[in-house]
Antibody, heavy 122, light 106 residues
Framework: EAQLVESGGGLVQPGRSLGLSCVAS????????MHWVRQAPGKGLEWVSG????????DYAESVKGRFTISRDNAKKALYLEMNSLTTEDMALYYC???????????????WGQGTMVTVSS | DIQLTQSPSTLSASMGDTVTITCRAS??????LAWYQQKPGKAPKLLIY???TLESGVPSRFSGSGSGTEFALTITSLQPDDFATYYC????????FGQGTKLEIK
């Protein structure tokens, strides 16, 4: 069964950094673009960042550009998100999400992890 | 950036009803639009992609329509499991989501 498991969330002070990880299983990770989508408490979904299957294409939402860095390690079937200069606006549940098309980049999102919560507070 | 506006924000309906949720894009997304269902405490689940293609395993009472800037998700014969929040998602230009529509039991 295909699965995504996120980790790394927690409580962090404003202005500090935090790194998230996601490990995939049950599908050929190296063939798919991957994304991070977040959801603030009680709010809607916000796409954060995406990375293509070979890391050749990377994009960010304007709200995180210059502060967040997405990366992947296909050998480890892992996706990462390094978050710097965190603010209270970044507090959310962060989902690791699989792109729905082989070797695509921006497609429907067909597999979601359960999310890891990032709390930004002093 | 492409903005998506869903309506209504909240929808009250009874079991067995047919409901329609609309999603309007600020510029054309052709048919690069998906719909998701999210239940409290759970991750979103893909229902429909490319505006009208049903994801594998999704009941046929869900259907999608539209192209360009106007889209709709229709659910016929509402079941108890269908009461949830629904989001549209465009992937024509990066990604963005509608604000969500909460489907409640009347």
């Amino acid at each position: 069964e295909a699965q995504l498991v996120e980790s790394g969330g927690g409580l962090v002070q404003p202005g500090r950094s935090l790194g998230l990880s996601c490990v995939a299983s049950g599908f050929t990770f190296e063939d798919y673009a991957m994304h991070w989508v977040r959801q603030a408490p009680g709010k809607g979904l916000e796409w954060v960042s995406g990375i293509s299957w070979k890391s050749g294409t990377i994009d960010y939402a304007e709200s995180v550009k210059g502060r967040f860095t997405i990366s992947r390690d296909n050998a480890k079937k892992a996706l990462y998100l390094e978050m710097n200069s965190l603010t209270t606006e970044d507090m959310a549940l962060y989902y690791c999400v699989k792109d729905g098309r082989v070797r695509g980049f921006s497609n429907a999102l067909d597999l979601w992890g359960q999310g890891t919560m990032v709390t930004v507070s002093s | 950036d492409i903005q998506l506006t869903q309506s209504p924000s909240t929808l009250s309906a009874s079991m067995g009803d047919t409901v329609t949720i609309t999603c309007r894009a600020s510029q054309t997304v052709y048919t690069w639009l998906a719909w998701y269902q999210q239940k409290p405490g759970k991750a979103p689940k893909l229902l429909i992609y490319q505006a009208s293609t049903l994801e594998s395993g999704v009941p046929s009472r869900f259907s999608g329509s539209g192209s360009g800037t106007e889209f709709a998700l229709t659910i016929t014969s509402l079941q108890p499991d269908d009461f949830a929040t629904y989001y549209c998602h465009q992937y024509q230009s990066l990604s963005s989501f509608g604000q969500g529509t909460k489907l409640e039991i009347k």
